[in-house]
């Protein structure tokens, strides 16, 4: 986990979803590139967002392939813009949360019926 490169928003939400039991993972290098927030469990990427990714054709266009190459590996991804953690950070991670729990719970019934 590199602490260093993490922003401070993503620090924050990673040590809340932590919090709440969330095996989380701050900047996981996936092979092809590195990942704000991992939850590996449930399969789902967390991108956290500054105004950039918004503003920007070519940051966008980027975060894009991103998201198709963690689509490519059964991973989703969620973007959380830095506007949520700064405006509705608690209900931001009740949702997180309850996305990750759907998730896998999703995938542990997929896996049973195989």
Known sequence: MEM??????????????????VPAKLELNDGHKT????????MI????????????????LSDLKRTYYSMKKGYYTIRIPNSLIDHHFEEAVDLIVGILNQSKKQLEEEEESW
């Open 4 to 21: 260093n490169k993490a922003t401070e928003k993503q620090k924050r939400l990673f040590y809340a979803l932590k919090k709440q039991g």
């Open 35 to 42: 990942i704000d927030i991992a939850v590996p469990d449930a």
């Open 45 to 60: 990427n967390i991108e956290v967002d500054g105004v950039p990714h918004n503003s920007f054709g070519k940051q966008a």
